[in-house]
């Protein structure tokens, strides 16, 4: 039997570019995942990919400004009971070593809602999976 491969999105750069991580899903079959670059500012994005029956529809929840608010998102995002979804990047925040955010489900989408930036001399450059405990 042979296998076929479907492409639910291909990033054009505006949208995204580079995925990074993993994809999540949430309990609607909704898919989430980043991209290092691309989006507005080519500083990278989080998007949604929406199920409506057999397809998706992709969406940019974020697109990365740069700065103090993060940019290049690394890793994989996870979601918690509420649905907030929280990664990492891996440059900007006050200190520019990178910053960890959340976005929060069902407030207007513009930018990560809270971050904390690390500062280098103790955690370095976020760089890893982040992992769902309770």
Do not use: C
Not at 27 to 55: I, M, P, R, W, Y
Request: no cysteine.
């Amino acid at each position: 039997m042979a296998i076929v491969q479907t492409n639910l999105v291909v990033f054009n750069g505006t949208d995204g570019a580079t995925p990074r991580g993993s994809l999540i899903a949430d309990a609607n079959g909704d898919l989430f995942g980043t991209t290092q670059f691309g989006g507005t500012n080519n500083e990278g994005t989080v998007f949604e990919l929406a199920k409506n029956g057999a397809s998706y529809t992709p969406s940019t929840l974020v697109s990365f400004t740069g700065g103090s608010g993060g940019f290049q998102p690394w890793g994989s995002l996870i979601a918690d009971a509420h649905g907030d979804l929280f990664g990492t990047t891996s440059g900007g925040g006050p200190n520019g070593f990178g910053t960890v955010f959340e976005i929060v489900k069902g407030r207007p989408i513009g930018g990560p809602t809270r971050g904390e930036s690390p500062s280098r001399a103790r955690y370095g450059v976020p760089r890893s999976r982040q992992v769902a405990y309770r």
